[in-house]
């Protein structure tokens, strides 16, 4: 299997995880390490949702061993070994803790390096960690660690990050706003001459253009809430000539005419759809 295969497999169950369901990231992230027992990334993702503190231990055992400079890996190590001896204390472990067979001396010098640091949270000083922010190196806890594809970072890079990201002005919501408005009205006007059967194949395409053309008039810059002014615009455009209909018309049930409603409301939902999916 490729390694775009275990890929694959890794993002499923991180998805998995994300929506609360562990029992089946763990099947996924445990097919990954059967088909890619060398890959420390993986053992340190089964152990994220390994049910048995144990088992945690055990996969990242393997992920240290695997990869003794990774320092998420010693921090997660290094914070379950300190959580299994707690539970020793306590009596609720059964035999006293061993080391997995196996581990290279290099791996637990790692980790030994990181349980003898023990630092406080930037953002939560009570609390004592081994994590660090892997791009600023500022000490994090469970609790405010966000976990990136690159590993766990602290919410100040996190949002440094999405701001490099979401660099769009307000000139590129104003020019959105224009181009969906204008393109829309076109759409809604053309939506009442060929009816609602057509609009079913019309909208999407209609909607996935429209997301394009905004997407290079702004110069292909991203904001939090373009997609949302776009299709804000959208809507009002396109409902736009049937008030214009209906007032010169002096007839509110011009407005109201079921098969015209229908061919809008198609576009709003497919085409709508399509631009926000193109600018999200």
């Known amino acids: 299997m490729s390694a775009d295969e275990v890929q694959e497999l890794l993002r499923q169950g991180r998805a998995a995880h994300r929506a609360g369901e562990d029992s089946v990231a763990e099947s996924f992230f445990r097919r990954a390490s059967e088909i890619a027992p060398d890959r420390a990334d993986v053992w340190l993702e089964l152990s994220g949702v390994a049910r048995d503190v144990g088992e945690k231990r055990r996969c990242l055992e393997r992920a240290a061993d695997l990869d003794p400079a990774n320092e998420e890996v010693k921090a997660a190590l290094s914070w379950v070994r300190r959580h299994e001896a707690e539970m020793l204390a306590e009596g609720q ?4 803790y061993k080391p997995t067979p196996g581990v290279s001396p ?4 790692a980790v030994a390096e990181v349980e003898e640091e023990v630092l406080h949270c930037a953002r939560h000083p009570d609390v004592e960690t081994t994590l660090r922010c892997n791009r600023c190196g500022t000490p994090i806890c469970p609790r405010c660690a966000v976990r990136t594809p690159v590993g766990f970072r602290c919410p100040d890079c996190v949002r440094a990050q999405s701001a490099v990201f979401y660099s769009a002005g307000w000139a590129d919501y104003v020019v959105a706003a224009v181009i969906a408005l204008v393109f829309s009205a076109g759409v809604g006007l053309l939506a009442g001459i060929v009816g609602w059967f057509f609009m079913i194949f019309i909208a999407p395409a209609a909607g996935g253009l429209l997301g394009e053309i905004i997407f290079r008039a702004v110069r292909r810059r991203r904001g939090r809430r373009l997609w949302a002014v776009a299709g804000g615009a959208m809507v009002v455009g396109a409902v736009m000539p049937l008030a214009i209909l209906a007032l010169l018309a002096g007839d ?4 109201l005419s079921p098969y015209q409603l229908l ?3 198609l576009y709003l939902v497919l085409g ?3 631009a926000v999916a193109r600018l999200r």
């Open 106 to 109: 290099a791996a637990e010098s």
């Open 272 to 274: 709508v759809g399509a």
């Open 263 to 265: 061919a809008v409301g």
């Open 252 to 255: 509110i049930w011009v407005l």
């Open 93 to 96: 472990v059964p035999d006293a």
